[in-house]
């Protein structure tokens, strides 16, 4: 280990109890050798914690710049065990931000983006995190990509596990919550991380779908056109499922027919259409 002979036992005492930096390991058995090299990044729970102080002062600030996000890099930069973890929060921070700047600047919304890396590289560092706000994170990207399954699973971002299960359930036609989940208490992160058009998103897709949101879901079927596919994707069924409670099938099955060739939503397209069937205009 790291050039100097160990017996299996003396090397598996080692790696179990090694926390930071690489040990190189090389084996030899009759005249075969192989070599093997062990990054170790477990970070201490002080360093976990000053982190996430960094990052509640970055909130705090209430300012989203390259200039604050890089504050909040200095600010953490002590706390070295936690390099990975304040690194996959950066990187959502600068996909957060550049977002921004794309809605800003009216980017097309039907081709790749650059943000699109930066959360990718977030949730691939962040996901082996039991933190909230890693968890937070997670939960708001899984929530971007039409992930429901995995959303509703981040329970300290409550808000945005709720509005996850909802739309989960309706696609597998199990019972869901018609209610307004916009009243739900929310003392998780993801309100203060979450960038300015997935929370629109959330607060739109967290309407109540008995028929009486009728100013809101107008707002969203004025603006389902300026959002990203995946986006666009949730606001069509949350406007299909209002239309139908509201008794305007004929306008919910023209929303229904804008996903039909969704795979996700070919059970809940069928399911729809037949709910609908009796109620449209002949």
């Given at each position: 280990m790291n050039g100097a002979p160990s017996t299996v036992e003396e090397a598996i005492q080692r790696l179990s109890e090694q926390r930071h930096g690489v040990t190189e390991v090389r084996l030899h058995h009759a005249g075969t050798e192989q070599s093997f090299e062990f990054d170790f990044a477990l970070a201490d729970k002080a360093d976990l914690d000053g982190v996430d102080s960094a990052l509640e002062r970055?909130?705090?600030?209430?300012?989203?710049?390259?200039?604050?996000?890089?504050?909040?890099?200095?600010?953490?930069?002590?706390?070295?065990?936690?390099?990975?973890?304040?690194?996959?929060?950066?990187?959502?921070?600068?996909?957060?931000?550049?977002?921004e700047q794309e809605a800003e600047q009216g980017a097309d919304v039907s081709g790749t983006s650059m943000y699109e890396g930066k959360y990718d590289q977030a949730v691939a560092?962040?996901?082996?995190?039991?933190?909230?706000?890693?968890?937070?994170?997670?939960?708001?990207?899984?929530?971007?990509?039409?992930?429901?399954?995995?959303?509703?699973?981040?329970?300290?971002?409550?808000?945005?596990?709720?509005?996850?299960?909802r739309?989960?359930?309706?696609?597998?036609?199990?019972?869901?919550?018609?209610?307004?989940?916009?009243?739900?208490?929310?003392?998780?992160?993801?309100?203060?991380?979450?960038d300015s058009v997935i929370e629109q998103v959330v607060t739109w897709s967290a309407i109540p779908l008995d028929g009486s949101a009728n100013e809101a879901a107008a707002e969203i079927i004025d603006n389902i056109h300026d959002q990203r596919p995946p986006d666009a994707f949730k606001l069509h069924l949350i406007a299909a499922e209002h239309l139908r409670a509201a008794g305007a099938a004929d306008e919910a099955m023209h929303q229904a027919n804008q996903i039909r060739h969704a795979r996700s939503a070919e059970d809940w397209y069928e399911n729809f259409r037949l709910r609908t069937q009796g109620e449209r205009t002949p």
């Open positions: 970055f909130i705090e600030g209430g300012e989203l710049s390259r200039r604050s996000i890089d504050d909040y890099i200095m600010r953490s930069a002590r706390f070295e065990t936690a390099a990975r973890y304040q690194g996959g929060i950066a990187s959502y921070l600068y996909g957060v931000l550049a977002r560092t962040l996901k082996f995190f039991d933190r909230a706000p890693a968890e937070a994170i997670c939960g708001i990207v899984a929530f971007h990509y039409n992930q429901f399954r995995r959303a509703m699973t981040k329970t300290r971002s409550r808000r945005v596990a709720e509005v996850a299960l739309f989960e359930s309706i696609l597998h036609s199990s019972p869901w919550d018609p209610s307004n989940l916009a009243v739900l208490p929310d003392s998780s992160f993801d309100q203060a991380l979450s």
